[in-house]
């Protein structure tokens, strides 16, 4: 696991607030307009996310949003369905509450 990323999702957690892709992959020192940079950022994401899962706790990911819509991407959305966590509700509704169980889990730690 990227240390250096999962320290920043907390972090950004612990503030109650959000980063970017792209301020995020700088934290990995990846490009995210070069070729894969996008891809290998993601799976960066995919394994905190499993490794938040496995510790009972919500979704760290959920912090990170595309700086041009707002919201985590296409990517988050679909890990959640693969892993049973977005059925039958829409996505806005999946982000809001999960932030929300995010800061809560983070905010005393």
């Known amino acids: 696991m990227n240390q250096a990323v999962y320290d ?3 972090a950004v957690a612990k503030q109650r607030s959000l980063v970017t892709y792209a301020d995020l992959a700088r934290v990995a020192d990846l490009d995210v307009a070069a ?6 950022l993601g799976t960066i994401l995919d394994e905190i996310a499993l490794h938040e899962i496995r510790a009972g706790r919500p979704l ?9 819509r707002g919201v985590p991407s296409k990517g988050l959305f ?6 049973g966590m977005l059925r039958g509700r829409d996505e806005t509704g999946f982000f809001s509450d999960e932030l929300r169980r995010v800061y809560e889990a983070w905010a005393d730690r």
Do not use: E, N
């Open 8 to 10: 920043k999702l907390i």
């Open 35 to 40: 070729d894969g940079g996008v891809r290998h």
């Open 60 to 68: 760290l990911a959920v912090v990170v949003i595309r700086a041009d």
């Open 78 to 83: 679909d890990f959640a369905r693969k892993h």
